[in-house]
């Protein structure tokens, strides 16, 4: 079973709508607590998972929320007219996720390193969204109608700064008291398919590092004393996953030609797992994949979710005007 597999290499699963079909494949019927809907737009799909009890809870291991995935892998294209339907889309969800008065104060914070582009997503969106609070003081006169008071930080990882990266915004929240918190992060995927072309939006906050095998502390309501809403995009693919692929499409190979169909008769079911165990030794079984043009893929996408973020923090500005404002 896939959820075996998993389970066997420690690999967490960070989208929730991978979690949910997870699950329901091991089950083999829907998932008691979980409410799933979809939409269809012309660049794009949008799957909501909703869970709602705490059986489900357990079920999948995300905890009760709302989970919005964002699919396109037009994205990877390069099309404008794709980038801008996404962005659009996700700021109407982002929307749908917090109901704010126009005075409100949003803190933006771009989790992962810096240095290493797979786990950059964060602090890049960081580097292209509109930050606002200091006009309210300073330059007033800048600002539009619609305009929320909008400060950001990227705070770095545990490995640069020897400070746990929950302890830096809890600081940061205690001082400016935000309304709202929202936090971008790379996520791991269970599909290559899925690197930067998916968008995952929860308002359940987040546990920086869990795709990749590092526990840090949970940044979410519970933990900073504001709401918390988590924007990521799958930036890596965990070796394992990969090679589980190859192997099983190889093995199925076998067993559509009949002179090879006994050798896949006579593998021991443990077969598949033994053999990633052996090749992925080096790494202690914790090998993660990136293409190599991720450095683009982590700009434009970026950029999406900065753009979505700005629409949804200030209602009076479109697309158009967000890239006139960081221009």
Do not use: C
């Amino acid at each position: 079973m896939q959820l075996d597999f998993y389970k066997a290499f420690s690999i967490n699963v960070d989208l929730a709508v991978e979690a949910h079909d997870l699950v329901r494949g091991q089950t083999g019927g829907e998932i008691p607590g979980v409410i799933v809907d979809r939409e269809k737009y012309e660049n794009s799909s949008v799957t909501t998972v909703k869970v709602v009890e705490e059986q489900a809870e357990q079920l999948i291991g995300k905890p009760r929320g709302n989970y919005i995935t964002i699919d396109a892998p037009v994205l990877r294209d390069n099309s404008r007219t794709a980038q801008q339907e996404v962005a659009e889309i996700l700021a109407k969800k982002l929307s749908s996720l917090f109901n704010l008065p126009e005075n409100a104060n949003i803190l933006l914070v771009g989790l992962g390193n810096w240095n290493a582009t797979p786990d950059s997503l964060g602090p890049k969106v960081i580097d292209h969204s509109m930050v606002t609070r200091h006009l309210f003081k300073y330059a007033p006169e800048e600002l539009g109608e619609g305009m929320r008071s909008v400060s950001a930080i990227a705070p770095g990882v545990l490995g640069i700064t020897g400070i746990e990266t929950a302890e830096i915004i809890k600081g940061i929240v205690e001082k400016i008291q935000p309304e709202l918190m929202i936090v971008v992060d790379s996520l791991a995927a269970g599909s290559v398919d899925r690197i930067a072309t998916t968008i995952q939006i929860a308002d359940t906050g987040i546990n920086p590092g869990s795709g990749i095998g590092n526990k840090r502390a949970a940044i979410n309501q519970e933990s900073m004393g504001v709401p918390v809403i988590a924007i990521g995009i799958p930036t890596v693919v965990h070796a394992a996953v990969i090679a589980q692929v190859t192997v099983e499409q190889f093995l199925e190979q076998l067993k559509m030609n009949p002179v090879l169909d006994q050798i896949y008769k006579n593998l021991r079911p443990d077969f598949t797992e033994s053999i990633i165990n052996q090749v992925l030794k080096p790494f202690a079984g914790n090998l993660m994949v990136t293409p190599k043009e991720i450095d683009t893929l982590i700009l434009t996408t970026s950029k999406i979710i900065a753009g979505g973020i700005s629409m949804a923090l200030h209602p009076s500005i479109d697309f158009d005007d967000f890239n006139m404002y960081l221009n």
